[in-house]
């Protein structure tokens, strides 16, 4: 039941979170939404931009990735989980990240990506 | 000259590319084209599904991140180049990796991400 068009990308930008700059707390939030989307996690990489500062952290999937970048000093989080396959549940994933950081979902965009021309 | 309008994010699946299974070819694809965007690279993560699989590659930036997922079979990439700040050409990004895999840009969507509220 695939087709060329079975690879989904939703883009959130998140306000009013909280944690934006515990590095630890951050690849919490990859490894659940990575568990609630129903993907399987292959690695988490993160970078932290300082004390206070925002972190950038990626979950590398079997089935493509996660990202999120903070700005602790806007309160903002920018997210982008992209999973192929028609199983994965995307919008539980940002659910989850939206929770773990206390924000809101400011805005979201699901794009079709195609991966089988 | 910023605002809260001021993260840029380009979407783009290619077809007919070549070299896609070789993680060496794109970690070079990743870091030219930070470098043609402009960006500060960070580090660079790959994953190779195999001997003639695909590959995902990031690129961690100060400025957020390029990714890219790759489909040998299909002769396919899904590339995503996420860059903060009015100062980057992400198009150049792009085009970087199109050459570099003899690739076509089938399709492509540039958001605006706010990061600022």
Redesign the interface.
């Known amino acids: 039941m695939t087709d060329r068009f079975d690879?989904h990308?939703l883009?959130a930008?998140l306000?009013g979170g909280k944690r934006l700059d515990d590095t630890a707390h951050i690849e919490r939030c990859l490894v659940d939404a990575a568990t609630a989307a129903g993907a399987t996690l292959?690695?988490v990489?993160l970078?932290s931009f300082g004390s206070g500062m925002g972190v950038?952290g990626?979950a590398?999937l079997a089935e493509?990735?996660i990202?999120i970048?903070t700005?602790p000093e806007?309160?903002?989080?920018?997210i982008?989980i992209?999973l192929?396959g028609r199983k994965h549940d995307l919008d539980a994933g940002l659910a989850t990240i939206a929770e773990l950081l206390g924000a809101q979902i400011?805005?979201q965009?699901l794009?079709v990506?195609?991966?089988?021309?």
């Open positions: 690879g990308h883009i930008d306000t292959l690695q990489r970078h950038t990626v590398m493509s990735h990202s970048h700005w806007y309160g903002t989080a920018c982008d992209f192929c400011a805005r965009t794009l990506r195609a991966y089988r021309d």
